[in-house]
Structures are given as C-alpha cells and as structure tokens.
C-alpha cells in the first residue's frame, strides 16, 4: 500500500512466541490495533503510590501468532510493490534484545517457509521484473553495517569490489536531500538467486555474540538496499524513475542488568543502547511540528536513516516485543517508540529522472522535423533558399565582433539582420558562380548592362536592397554581342558577304542576351526585409516567362530606344503643328489632295526611325 502525502509511517506490533506468554498483563483487543498493558504498583513506594498502573496504545496492527507468509503480506508487500513505481520504501524491525527483529527481517534457515521480509522482498521485485515486460529494470544491491559507530561494508568480500580502507567509508549528503555512503560497494544483480546469494554472503560476515537473553544477538545494525531503476519501453521520452527500499534491522537495546554483559559484549551494548537512543530523539524530533532541527548526525544510524524516516518514503515500522512478564519494562519502551514513530509524517513522491543523453536526441531529433516542417512551408509560399542550419565560424565571428565592439563603445547599435546573417555565406557562393557563368557589367560601362549591374548591386547590399532592386528589374545579361547594320537595318556579316560596288556606311549595335534571373538563383529572385515586422512587405517576382510585349516596349523606351522615343515625339509634335496649319489655312487650299509634303529634315527622321526599328529586343 502506498501511502498519500501527509499521512503517518505505518506502525505495526508484533510479539514473539512463548509459553510463558504474560495475558494477564498484555492485551490485544479485538479491533486488531490496541495493545493495552497493565503492570503492577511497586509496593515499595509506598501507600501513596501516583504511578500508572495500565497503558493503551493504538497502532496500525497487531501481529500475534501469525506466519511469516502472512507478516510480509501485511508489512513488506506494498512498500515493495511501490518501489517498483518509483517511491522509496522503508521497512524496519525495533525492539529489545532477543524479541525476534532478525527473524522477522530474515527468517530461519532451517525451513523455507519461514523466509523472512528480506528473502521474500527480493523474491517479489524479481517476480515483477518478469511480470512488466513494458519496462526494463535495473537492480542494484548493498549491504551496510554499522558497528560500534563504524561503517563496514558486509559485501567487500565478493570478488571484484574494491577495497575500501579503514576510515574510507562515509555518510554523505546528496543534492536532492538524500544520503549516501560513499565508498560502499553496488552490486548489479539479475535474479533471485544472485540476490540471495549476496544476501547470505552480507549475513555471514554479520557480528553476532552471546548473552544471557539470546546466543545469536545482532552485535550491530544492518541496512540492505535495493536500488531500483525503470525505464519503459513503450515511451519514447527520456524520462526513467529510481527508487531505493531500505531492509533495515537494528541491533536490540539491552538492559546490562539482565543480559550480564562483560568485556567485550558490554562494549558493543553501550554502542547500541546510545544509537538507540540518539534514534528516539530523532523520531521525537520530527513528530513535533514546532521543531526545526532534527538531529541526524548525531549517530552514523541517524544520519544514514536520515531519507528513510518519513519524508520522501514509505515507511513502515515493526516493533517487536518479548511478551513475558519479566520484560513488561522494555515492551513498554517499545511501544512508547512505536507509538512516537506513528506520529511522524510521510511524503511519498515518484523519483523521476531525465536522461540528459536521451533528451539531447530528443531535441535534435525534434529540431530536425521543424526543419523539415519549415521547408515544406517554405517551399509552399515559394520561399526559396532559406537557411536553418547552424551558424558558420565568419558567422559567430562577425556577431562576436559587433558585440565586442558595442561593448567597446565603438559601435552605437547592433545591427544584425536575420537574413543577412543566415544567407550571408549562401550569397558569396552564388555570386561566385555567377561571376564564372556570365558577364556582370557595370551601368557605367554601358547602358544596356543596368540590368547586370542592379544584380550585382544586390548581392553586395544586402536582403533590403535586393527587394528594391529586383523590383525593377527580373533579368539578368548574359552576354553581349556586337552587330553591324546597313542604313535599311540588315544585318551584315562581314565574312559571309562580299563586297560588291560602292561599300554604304555601317552603324555598330550591341545584341544584348538576356535570361530569367529566376531560373538563375531562385534565392536573389524572391527577398523579403527580415528586419520588418509587417509580412505583407513580401515581394514575389515570376519571370520564368518572357514579360508583356508592352511592357518590354516601355522598358526599351526607357533604356535602350531613349534616343528613338525622343526623335518619335519630335516628329509628333512637328506633324501635328502641320496639321494644325492645314486647318487654319485659306479655303482655296481645301480643293487640294493627297498629305503635305515633308520637309527634307522629317524626312532624315523618317528614315532613321524606319531603319532602327528592328533593334528593340522580343523580349
């Protein structure tokens, strides 16, 4: 069972068999959760006599006379099972000397049904590896002990884990509030079997002495963790989820009067009843809300239990008590501690985890479908030659060098548009093809050649200039040609024609070739100002075709046929001056027939106009 933030660490009670079971003294009422304790006034205080004569305490179960099977269905199970989740799990045994903790925690070995909480955990975290074939699991195993205010490592003794020297083990603090011992070894285990085998090999390197209440007493305590990592297999996210479950059995507290310690044994009872009782003081710190101190580091048993009592874990506490009347003393200790440990809060919560490797390929993979997804909407509102790709080092080092300067107090204002950095190197591999394929000539040189120079104005000024520029222009020259003309207009070839009678003399043109700018370099052919927040501003320029006869017309007018456009409105003017003249004439004039004769200059500017007019280019 996993518990809900806020509530308290499950306690429950458990008392060991006997003959000598004292019922007139201990008593379970039938709800299954009250332990009542009765104990007789000492008739050596005398008449006046103030002491508590009964106790009644109230915890989460009772387990009396009740098989191992069923001790971990109610104890361990649902610690276990929400480890598997992701929530961290504790499970621990106290009470005195000899009142059944490692039996509980461990079992006998002499019948496999009385498999304690550890073997029968283990059994069942393995079970359900097999069972939750949607996730894959890792398992890890530990095994610490701490005696007589040592850390000892119980599974330094399996080959191929480093040795650890004296003094080299520690509790440490972890960054998410947790603890650690550094210098413990971590063992993978994939199986029941390897799992147990380690446990027995921790087991037998265990400290045990003999006293008067037991022969095989726990002269320490013990932590055995299973730390548990699950990744699922059906989620491509690099999300996983850790958990460690705590086994813990603790040393008893002995009462040196009646275990008869000496030497030795009295050494390491003063060691345990002092861990013991820093322990308590822990529990009582933490069930006091007002508190804010709690003090873990008093004993290395608090500060490694500093994760698994209460806080971000499931704990549940077995409180083992020796139900004999001789002992009613130290089992109304343990049920005060039960009791005060029940008061302590828990807040569970999964320990999920992003595998920084995992979520790179995440990102990249994702960074590569919304640069697919921006292609295809690029090239569906005919957006040629836009770049995503990663800065080149002239582009890191051109905005390192605008910020430098900025920062210098050189540069008023960091001017860096998206386009001119993105498309910057794209531009300079263009113009270099096209400085090999083709001509650009500069307005300078000739008037035919604007068209040429407007282009390669383009690619040194930038996205905002080539949207001015290209709107006046969608062509660019590829060649030109020189031709020479007779006075009627042909076309003469010098090697093909003899000359024969008088030579007339010859006009020098200039046959301009002309080709789409768009089936040349889409990305000069189509810009847009990136700087702009208004997208309207877009510019879309289709010259795959040849433009309108008219508009090439005016576009000749403007350029190339200025000279003839101007001789042509002169001749306008003159005719209709004429005309003018004709009608305001004398009436005997109006018998005559036929047009005015012209003057020998109209004439010359008939001719020339006549003879020139095949020279504006079909385009």
């Known amino acids: 069972m996993i518990a809900h933030p806020g509530s308290e660490v499950r306690v429950l009670v458990r008392s060991r068999p006997t003959a000598n079971f004292a019922q007139e003294l201990i008593e379970y009422l039938p ?55 992701g929530y961290n799990g504790t499970v621990m045994c106290f009470g005195q000397t000899g009142a059944g903790k490692t039996y509980t925690m461990t079992g006998a070995t002499e019948n496999y049904k009385q498999r304690g909480i550890i073997p029968r955990a283990l059994q069942e975290v393995f079970h359900e590896v097999e069972q939750r074939s949607d996730h894959a699991f890792s398992v890890h195993l530990s095994f610490l002990e701490i005696y007589n205010e040592t850390l000892v490592d119980l599974l330094a003794s399996v080959r191929g884990c480093p040795g650890v020297g004296p003094g080299g083990m520690a509790v440490v603090e972890e960054a998410g509030g947790g603890v650690s011992v550094r210098g413990l070894s971590l063992h993978p285990v994939h199986s029941e ?49 850790t958990s460690k479950l705590n086994l813990v059995d603790l040393a008893g507290s002995e009462r040196l009067g009646k275990t008869g310690s000496e030497g030795q044994v009295l050494k390491e009872a003063m060691y345990i009843n002092k861990s013991l009782s820093f322990l308590e003081q822990a529990i009582l710190a933490l069930a006091d809300r007002r508190r804010d101190h709690v003090p873990f580091r008093q004993t290395k048993l608090t500060h490694a239990l500093k994760d698994s009592l209460g806080g971000n874990c499931n704990t549940v506490l077995v409180a083992n008590i020796y139900g004999e009347a001789s002992q009613i003393e130290e089992t109304l200790s343990t049920l005060r501690f039960a009791s005060r440990m029940k008061c302590v809060q828990m807040d569970p919560v999964v320990n999920e985890h992003t595998d920084p490797v995992l979520q790179v ?15 295809i909407h690029n090239t569906l509102a005919n957006r040629m030659g836009m770049s995503y790709d990663t800065l080149s080092e002239t582009q890191v080092a051109e905005i390192q060098s605008q910020v430098r300067r900025y920062l210098e107090g050189s540069l008023d204002e960091i001017n860096i548009s998206l386009a001119y950095v993105l498309n910057r190197q794209q531009e300079q591999k263009v113009k270099a093809q096209l400085c090999q394929n083709y001509t650009l000539v500069e307005k300078a040189q000739s008037t035919a050649g604007s068209t040429a120079a407007k282009v390669s104005l383009c690619l040194m000024l930038g ?8 709107l006046q222009t969608s062509c660019i020259l590829e060649s030109v ?20 009678g008088p030579q007339e ?63 042509l409105k002169e001749n306008k003017v003159v005719l209709l001056e004429r005309r003018r003249n004709d009608e305001t004439g004398s009436h005997g004039d109006r018998h005559r027939k036929g047009r005015p004769k012209m003057t020998s200059a109209a004439e010359d500017r008939f001719i020339r106009v006549n003879c020139t007019s095949d020279c504006i280019p079909n385009k």
């Open 481 to 500: 040609n020189p031709v020479q003309r007779d006075r009627e207009g042909r076309e003469h070839d010098p090697q093909n024609q003899e000359p024969q």
């Open 361 to 375: 390929r995440k990102l990249e993979k994702e960074i590569q479908l919304l640069k697919q997804e921006l292609s």
């Open 193 to 241: 079997e390897v799992a147990l085998n380690l446990l027995f090999e921790g087991e037998m390197n265990r400290i045990i002495g003999a006293h008067a209440l037991n022969k095989n007493s726990s002269r320490s305590h013990c932590i055995l963790t299973v730390h548990i990592e699950s990744r699922s297999h059906t989620l491509s996210d690099a999300k996983y989820v």
């Open 31 to 85: 709800d299954g959760q009250t332990v009542s304790v009765h104990q007789r006034k000492d008739s050596r205080k005398g008449v006046v006599n103030n002491q508590l004569s009964s106790w009644s305490f109230r915890l989460d179960g009772v387990l009396h006379d009740v098989s191992q099977e069923e001790v971990y269905g109610r104890v361990g199970r649902g610690v276990v099972l929400g480890a598997l989740e």
């Open 463 to 470: 996205p905002v200039a080539t949207k001015m520029v290209l």
């Open 505 to 567: 003399p010859l006009r020098t043109e200039y046959k301009h070739t002309y080709v789409p700018l768009y089936n040349i370099c889409p990305v000069y052919y189509m810009r847009y100002s990136m700087h702009r927040d208004n997208m309207s501003d877009l510019v879309f320029l289709h010259s795959s075709s040849p433009p309108p006869k008219a508009e090439a017309f005016e576009d000749f007018k403007a350029e190339r046929g200025s000279e003839i456009n101007r001789i």
